[in-house]
């Protein structure tokens, strides 16, 4: 029974491997690119049918997501697209919303420092971050 799965499991590496394309990087790069175009255009019925049709949570992938050099968040607060902002808060584990980012402000410093502390998404990451 032990050399069986053994057996079964090297066959499943090996398929395993014969089965990635560079195809799948591809659809990786469509997928934040989509998802970067979503946010800006404030369409947040289109963001959550990509992210379902795609079978990912957003928490999972949102450190990843990187449009223009900015977070999704920052995107939506300089695309004013308020809806799919806030939609991103209540979607976010409360931890990512106070999270330093690489350029070592959180959200919310940054949005104070460009001007959009008064926005919606900044109202709301507030009201969840404390």
């Not at 591809?26 to 979503?38: G, R």
């Not at 607060?77 to 999270?99: E, H, I, T, W, Y």
Request: glycine residues 6%; charged residues 20%.
């Amino acid at each position: 029974m032990m050399r069986f799965t053994a057996c079964l499991m090297a066959a499943g590496l090996v398929a395993g491997g014969l089965t990635y394309s560079p195809s799948s990087h591809a659809n990786v790069e469509q997928l934040v690119a989509s998802m970067c175009d979503y946010v800006a255009a404030d369409d947040k019925n289109r963001l959550r049918k990509k992210l379902k049709d795609a079978r990912i949570k957003l928490r999972a992938v949102y450190d990843g997501v990187n449009c223009n050099g900015n977070s999704l968040l920052r995107t939506a607060m300089l695309a004013d697209a308020q809806d799919v902002g806030v939609f991103l808060v209540k979607q976010l584990p409360r931890n990512s919303l106070s999270s330093v980012e690489a350029d070592g402000q959180t959200v919310l410093q940054w949005a104070e420092a460009q001007g959009l502390a008064n926005s919606a998404i900044a109202a709301e990451i507030s009201s969840r971050a404390n």
